[in-house]
């Protein structure tokens, strides 16, 4: 056997570990008692939404996020125009009331408009909340509950892909559906390490104490989970919350998305590699690093594959030459043709294992949506996210090791 | 900070034993198919022998008629499966395995009575059914060429299975009918493709280069 199987058996091996890990926590974290506010306890909450040039979203986000069904005299909205060039100011201004205050000022990055509006903020708990990201009336009360635990610094939703249409949108989909079971199952060793910037929520005192954001960080939410977990309190995860943020649908700017969270990822991750330590629990010896082992399996195995179907393209096209590019007596469908496929299948480890992974798989995105609700063309989203993502995510996350590796500048857009 | 606690070590425990249990039994249920695959094949080899033992002998003790139904057709399909099927339990057991190697000279052997059954048909019947030997090789030093034949005569089986019988052998077999066909077909440690016992070819780039041959 070859070194390359042995790395396939080895990652399906750590994957069946890990996988079974997760579902043992996703079981027993239903069992876990949480502090919860009541509807009489709930706190004061600010909600901040920075916007660049978001012009076509911004009102159906102020929209969606004033319909919440939290007390209103504990909820304020601060819009922060970073210096948009659209009409983003134009229209956050006409929402502009008791409730929502509409800050601007010269265009600096999210980082900076985050911390202008937590200067100003009101509210005991802040949300951050993308300009192009929509929330149902319920998400913020329910996320709020869980700062009860005085543990908790932060509560993340379930985030969903807004009426994701076409190839990319739907992988996207997908990838976000299985990262809910993900979260829960984090939650349940207080693991979770990333707080999604498209809307989560913090305890402000976390920032007080802590600092604001890194303005510099490209990934600035990611940076600010580590920290909330590097200094050694709770981030908590609401499955009853949705968030609906607008995926990228054309590759070019899904690319460039990927390429800024995989080398926020990594350059934060090595800002806080303390955090790989038995002193940070389960996070520090388990979930993390099983996180990066199986990234770094994956992305050699998918570049491994790429590069030898490259080899092979030669050698087949001369074969297809050979037979007139004659497709029919390549497949030969005789009396025994289901048979031998079938045994083919069922006789090689890999494709046993890829399959009950991909069940498995299926099986966790299924039950990740009961408590947000009916999810649209769910079969077919599973399946383009299993034909698809591989080679996506071996692609991002080389090109951004590249990058990292050769240190180069990694911007928004 | 406080060191964190783990949260329950029973958790790596079950996880290892579960995670440790269904890896070897997902590489038992494989094993299990290979089995069912090499009994699959056990089941096919000897009612074909014994298919083909007959024909022979109702012909030539009891001169029933050979030529009326293409019985040849049938049991050429399963001999296609069984090598196929063969070189699958190769490829999951390894060449060294002794119940392959049983059943791969087996094969051999019917695949021989198989095509003495063929030119006996052939001279009978004024029938011009096509054989092609393919004598290959699984040694690393020809197995690129091996392969590159073998990818090529599939096809070139599938064009022409009315009127055409492939027939698979290891040359490196350790049997002493492969050692006596070697010697007959002048077959030396490399892959060779005869054609109708009379056109030798050791490198195939396109269908024609063997078509032509075909009558």
């Given at each position: 056997?070859?070194?390359?199987?042995?790395?396939?058996?080895?990652?399906?091996?750590?994957?069946l570990?890990?996988?079974?890990?997760?579902?043992?926590?996703?079981?027993?974290?239903?069992?876990?008692?949480?502090?919860?506010?009541?509807?009489?306890?709930?706190?004061?909450?600010?909600?901040?939404?920075?916007?660049?040039?978001?012009?076509?979203?911004?009102?159906?986000t102020?929209?969606?996020?004033?319909?919440s069904?939290?007390?209103?005299?504990?909820?304020?909205?601060?819009?922060?125009?970073?210096?948009?060039?659209?009409?983003?100011?134009?229209?956050?201004?006409?929402?502009?009331?008791?409730?929502?205050?509409?800050?601007?000022?010269?265009?600096?990055?999210?980082?900076?408009?985050?911390?202008?509006?937590?200067?100003?903020?009101?509210?005991?708990?802040?949300?951050?909340?993308?300009?192009?990201?929509?929330?149902?009336?319920?998400?913020?009360?329910?996320?709020?509950?869980?700062?009860?635990?005085?543990?908790?610094?932060?509560?993340?939703?379930?985030?969903?892909?807004?009426e994701?249409?076409?190839?990319?949108?739907r992988?996207?989909?997908?990838?976000?559906?299985?990262?809910?079971f993900?979260?829960?199952?984090?939650?349940?060793?207080?693991?979770?390490?990333?707080?999604?910037?498209?809307?989560?929520?913090?305890?402000?005192?976390?920032?007080?104490?802590?600092?604001?954001?890194?303005?510099?960080?490209?990934?600035?939410?990611?940076?600010?989970?580590?920290?909330?977990?590097?200094?050694?309190?709770?981030?908590?995860?609401?499955?009853?919350?949705?968030?609906?943020?607008?995926?990228?649908?054309?590759?070019?700017?899904?690319?460039?998305?990927?390429?800024?969270?995989?080398?926020?990822?990594?350059?934060?991750?090595?800002?806080?590699?303390?955090?790989?330590?038995?002193?940070?629990?389960?996070?520090?010896?388990?979930?993390?690093p099983?996180?990066?082992?199986?990234?770094?399996f994956?992305?050699?195995?998918?570049?491994?594959?790429?590069?030898?179907?490259?080899?092979?393209?030669?050698?087949?096209?001369?074969?297809?030459?050979?037979?007139?590019f004659?497709?029919?007596?390549?497949?030969?469908?005789?009396?025994?043709?289901?048979?031998?496929?079938?045994?083919?299948?069922?006789?090689?480890p890999?494709?046993?294992?890829?399959l009950?992974?991909?069940?498995?798989m299926?099986?966790?995105?299924?039950?990740?949506?009961?408590?947000?609700?009916?999810?649209?063309?769910?079969?077919?989203?599973?399946?383009?996210?299993?034909?698809?993502?591989?080679?996506?995510?071996?692609?991002?996350?080389?090109?951004?090791?590249?990058?990292?590796?050769?240190?180069?500048?990694?911007?928004?857009? | 900070?406080?060191?964190?606690?783990?949260?329950?070590?029973?958790?790596?425990?079950?996880?290892?034993?579960?995670?440790?249990?269904?890896?070897?039994?997902?590489?038992?249920?494989?094993?299990?198919?290979?089995?069912?695959?090499?009994?699959?094949?056990?089941?096919?080899?000897?009612?074909?022998?014994?298919?083909?033992?007959?024909?022979?002998?109702?012909?030539?003790?009891?001169?029933?008629?050979?030529?009326?139904?293409?019985?040849?057709?049938?049991?050429?399909?399963?001999?296609?499966?069984?090598?196929?099927?063969?070189?699958?339990?190769?490829?999951?057991?390894?060449?060294?395995?002794?119940?392959?190697?049983?059943?791969?000279?087996?094969?051999?052997?019917?695949?021989?009575?198989?095509?003495?059954?063929?030119?006996?048909?052939?001279?009978?019947?004024?029938?011009?059914?096509?054989?092609?030997?393919?004598?290959?090789?699984?040694?690393?030093t020809?197995?690129?060429?091996?392969?590159k034949?073998?990818?090529?005569?599939?096809?070139?089986?599938q064009?022409?299975?009315?009127?055409?019988?492939?027939?698979?052998?290891?040359?490196?077999?350790?049997?002493?009918?492969?050692?006596?066909?070697?010697?007959?077909?002048?077959?030396?440690?490399?892959?060779?493709?005869?054609?109708?016992?009379?056109?030798?070819?050791?490198?195939?780039?396109?269908?024609?280069?063997?078509?032509?041959?075909?009558?």
């Open positions: 056997m070859s070194f390359v199987i042995y790395l396939i058996y080895a990652s399906i091996y750590i994957g570990i890990a996988t079974t890990f997760y579902i043992i926590g996703y079981n027993q974290d239903k069992k876990r008692v949480k502090k919860l506010y009541s509807d009489d306890e709930l706190p004061k909450v600010s909600i901040i939404i920075p916007a660049y040039n978001e012009e076509k979203s911004i009102a159906r102020i929209e969606s996020i004033i319909a069904n939290y007390p209103k005299n504990k909820f304020e909205v601060i819009v922060v125009d970073d210096g948009s060039k659209d009409k983003t100011l134009e229209i956050a201004r006409k929402y502009k009331s008791k409730i929502v205050k509409v800050l601007t000022k010269k265009n600096g990055g999210k980082g900076t408009a985050l911390n202008m509006a937590l200067k100003k903020c009101k509210g005991d708990i802040i949300f951050t909340m993308d300009a192009d990201t929509f929330v149902p009336p319920r998400s913020v009360r329910e996320m709020t509950r869980y700062f009860k635990n005085p543990e908790v610094m932060s509560v993340t939703p379930s985030m969903l892909i807004h994701p249409k076409g190839l990319l949108q992988v996207q989909q997908a990838e976000y559906l299985f990262g809910l993900i979260r829960k199952a984090f939650s349940s060793v207080n693991a979770i390490h990333v707080t999604p910037g498209a809307f989560s929520a913090y305890r402000k005192t976390f920032f007080d104490e802590y600092g604001g954001y890194d303005e510099t960080n490209i990934t600035e939410d990611l940076e600010m989970s580590l920290r909330i977990q590097h200094a050694g309190f709770m981030i908590e995860y609401s499955p009853e919350s949705p968030a609906y943020t607008i995926a990228p649908n054309k590759f070019k700017p899904l690319m460039i998305q990927r390429r800024r969270w995989y080398t926020g990822l990594m350059r934060n991750t090595w800002k806080y590699k303390g955090i790989f330590h038995p002193k940070y629990g389960d996070l520090g010896i388990f979930v993390l099983i996180a990066w082992i199986s990234i770094f994956s992305v050699f195995l998918i570049n491994y594959m790429v590069i030898k179907i490259l080899f092979e393209v030669q050698k087949e096209l001369s074969f297809l030459i050979s037979i007139n004659d497709f029919t007596s390549m497949i030969g469908i005789g009396s025994y043709f289901f048979e031998r496929v079938l045994f083919k299948i069922f006789m090689n890999i494709i046993v294992f890829f009950l992974f991909a069940t498995v299926g099986i966790y995105m299924k039950f990740a949506t009961k408590k947000v609700g009916k999810v649209k063309k769910l079969p077919g989203t599973i399946v383009v996210y299993f034909l698809f993502f591989a080679l996506l995510f071996g692609f991002w996350w080389t090109v951004s090791i590249i990058y990292v590796a050769l240190n180069k500048k990694v911007t928004w857009r | 900070m406080e060191p964190r606690k783990i949260q329950s070590k029973k958790r790596y425990l079950w996880a290892f034993i579960i995670g440790t249990a269904i890896f070897v039994i997902g590489f038992a249920f494989t094993n299990m198919v290979a089995y069912l695959q090499f009994q699959r094949v056990a089941s096919l080899q000897d009612p074909t022998s014994y298919q083909i033992f007959q024909d022979k002998l109702q012909y030539s003790l009891f001169g029933e008629d050979i030529c009326a139904e293409n019985t040849y057709i049938k049991i050429s399909q399963d001999l296609t499966f069984q090598g196929q099927v063969i070189g699958d339990l190769e490829n999951k057991l390894g060449l060294d395995n002794k119940n392959v190697l049983f059943r791969k000279r087996f094969y051999t052997l019917i695949q021989l009575e198989h095509f003495e059954f063929v030119k006996l048909i052939n001279e009978e019947c004024n029938k011009n059914i096509n054989s092609i030997l393919f004598f290959y090789s699984n040694k690393k020809d197995l690129e060429n091996s392969e034949l073998g990818n090529i005569l599939g096809p070139i089986y064009r022409n299975k009315e009127n055409l019988v492939l027939y698979s052998l290891d040359l490196n077999l350790d049997s002493d009918i492969m050692r006596n066909l070697r010697e007959k077909y002048d077959v030396g440690e490399e892959s060779v493709v005869i054609v109708n016992e009379e056109h030798r070819l050791t490198k195939i780039n396109h269908v024609s280069e063997v078509e032509q041959y075909l009558e």
